[in-house]
C-alpha cells in the first residue's frame, strides 16, 4: 500500500510540500516513480544445429527453399510437442512433423533424408577422399573442380550428356524434353519459366546435380506435381539435407487391413501403374525396386507412390537422347549412393508389364493374402502366382491389370472410410 502511495505521490514531486511528504515516507523519488518491470515471457528454445538439417554441407544439398519455416518453428517434428523440445535422432532416415502456415492450423508432414546420414557421411568421405586425398574437406570445393561440374557451368541448357552416368533411374534413358522439364520447374528457385539455365547461380546448379545424383526423388515431386494430377504427395521445400513433403503412411500400415480396404487399395495399385504407363505427356514410369514403403495412403484413404528414388522415365515421344553404351561414362558423382561398378539396367530391356511384375511378386500377396472366401482367394492367388513368373506370353500388363481388377471390383465397399471417394461412390458406376 506505501509503495502505491510512494508512486502516486512522486508522479507530482515537483510540489516542494508533497516532495517533502515522499522523504518523510521514505521514498526513493528516482526510483518509485517508475513501475517494477514485469517478467518477460520466455518462449522455449529449439535449438537447431546445423548439422542436423545438413546446411554444414552446403551446397552439397538438396536447398534451403524451406528452412526460414524451421527455424520460425512453423515446421515441428513430433517430439517437440513434448516439454522438453529434443529433436529426434540424426541416425533417422525419416520424420514425423507438424507444418503451418498461420501458427494456428497444423498438418502432417513427412521430413526425410534423401538417404540415411550414415551413406551420406560415407558419400562425403569418398568425395575428400577421391578428389583432393584428404579424410575431410569443402565438399562444395572439391566437387567445384570436377570435371562434370565445369561443364555444367558452361552449359546454358541441362543437356543428357550432363548427366550420362547418373545412378539415379530417372536418368538411365534421359530425353532432352524431360531435362528441359526438370530445369523448368526445379522449385528450389524462382520460378523462371526457361528451359534455359541462365536463372540458376552456380550455387543452384551444383545443388541440383548434388540433388541428381543422391536421390531423385524431390525433383520427380517437382516436376511432376500433384495439382496436376500425378500420384506424388506434395513437395513442401528443403532445407540442407532434408525434404518435406505431404504426410502418407506407408503401404505396409496396411498388410492387416479389413478384406474390403485391402481390395480398394489393390485397385488403386493398379490404377497408378496404369496412369504411369499410359499419360497425356507419353512418360513411360516403370520401377526398377519396389518394397511396402514405395506407395503411401494419405488419411482420406488415396493411395500414392510415397517413395518415388526408384522410378525410371522413357519418353515415349522423343526416345532416349543417349545410347547404353554412353553410358559408361562414371564420376564421383555417379558412386555417392551406389557402388561405382553397378550395371545400368538397358533402356531396350523395359517391357510394359515390368512394374505390375515386381508389385505381384512383392506387395499383392502381403496385401491381399487371407482375405476373402476360397473361391475368390484361389482366383486372386492363381493370378499373382502367374503374374510375378512374368504373365508368360499372353497379354501384356494392361489385360492383365483389367483382368485382376474385375475380381476385386465387387470386394470393395463405399462407405466414409474412403473419403476420397466417398459420397461420389454412392452416385457413380464407376465405382
Not at 583432393?132 to 567445384?144: H, I, M, P
Not at 515421344?317 to 553404351?325: K, Y
Not at 508368360?392 to 483389367?402: T, V, Y
Request: net charge positive; charged share 25%; with cysteine.
Amino acid at each position: 500500500m506505501g509503495r502505491w502511495i510512494c508512486c502516486c505521490l512522486c508522479s507530482r514531486a515537483a510540489d516542494p510540500l508533497m516532495l517533502l511528504l515522499v522523504l518523510a515516507l521514505g521514498c526513493d523519488p528516482s526510483t518509485a516513480a517508475t513501475s517494477s518491470p514485469s517478467v518477460p515471457h520466455v518462449k522455449p528454445s529449439y535449438s537447431f544445429g546445423r548439422t542436423f538439417l545438413g546446411l554444414d554441407k552446403c551446397n552439397a544439398c538438396i536447398g534451403t527453399s524451406i528452412c526460414k519455416k524451421f527455424f520460425k518453428e512453423e515446421i515441428r517434428f513430433d517430439t517437440w510437442l513434448s516439454s522438453h523440445l529434443k529433436l529426434p535422432p540424426s541416425s533417422l532416415l525419416s520424420y514425423s512433423g507438424n507444418y503451418t502456415d498461420d501458427a494456428k492450423s497444423w498438418r502432417l508432414v513427412d521430413i526425410t533424408r534423401l538417404t540415411s546420414k550414415y551413406q551420406h557421411d560415407r558419400a562425403d568421405k569418398r568425395i575428400c577422399t577421391s578428389l583432393l586425398r584428404t579424410k575431410t574437406c569443402s565438399l562444395e570445393r572439391a566437387l567445384r573442380r570436377t570435371q562434370r561440374f565445369q561443364k555444367w557451368l558452361r552449359a546454358k541448357r541441362l543437356t543428357p550428356d550432363l548427366v550420362q552416368g547418373l545412378s539415379s533411374p530417372m536418368l538411365r534413358c534421359p530425353s532432352q524434353r524431360l531435362l528441359d522439364r526438370i530445369v523448368r520447374r526445379y522449385a528450389e528457385v524462382p520460378d523462371a519459366g526457361s528451359i534455359y539455365m541462365d536463372h540458376l547461380t552456380d550455387r543452384d546448379k551444383l545443388r541440383l546435380l548434388y540433388t541428381l545424383a543422391v536421390n531423385s526423388h524431390p525433383i520427380l515431386l517437382q516436376i511432376f506435381p500433384d495439382v496436376e494430377g500425378w500420384p506424388f504427395p506434395r513437395y513442401l521445400g528443403s532445407c540442407g539435407r532434408l525434404l518435406v513433403s505431404a504426410s502418407t503412411r506407408p503401404l505396409r500400415d496396411f498388410f492387416g487391413a479389413a478384406p474390403e480396404v485391402a481390395a480398394d487399395l489393390a485397385l488403386q495399385l493398379l490404377a497408378v501403374l496404369r496412369s504411369m504407363a499410359t499419360n497425356d505427356l507419353n512418360y513411360f514410369f516403370y520401377f526398377t525396386h519396389v518394397d511396402a514403403g514405395t506407395f503411401g495412403v494419405f488419411s482420406n484413404g488415396h493411395l500414392f507412390i510415397r517413395d518415388a528414388s526408384t522410378l525410371g522415365i522413357i519418353d515415349k515421344e522423343e526416345g532416349s537422347q543417349l545410347m547404353d553404351g554412353q553410358q559408361e561414362h562414371k564420376d564421383i558423382f555417379s558412386c555417392l549412393t551406389v557402388d561405382c561398378q553397378s550395371a545400368f539396367v538397358s533402356c531396350d530391356s523395359i517391357r510394359d508389364k515390368h512394374s505390375l511384375v515386381l508389385v505381384c511378386q512383392d506387395l499383392l500377396p502381403k496385401l491381399l493374402a487371407g482375405k476373402f472366401l476360397p473361391p475368390v482367394q484361389e482366383r486372386i492367388e492363381a493370378f499373382l502366382q502367374r503374374c510375378s513368373h512374368g504373365l508368360g506370353d499372353g497379354g501384356g500388363a494392361g489385360e492383365a491389370m483389367e483382368e485382376l481388377a474385375e475380381i476385386l471390383k465387387p470386394l470393395r465397399s463405399c462407405d466414409s472410410r474412403f473419403a476420397y471417394r466417398y459420397p461420389d461412390c454412392r452416385y457413380s458406376d464407376k465405382y
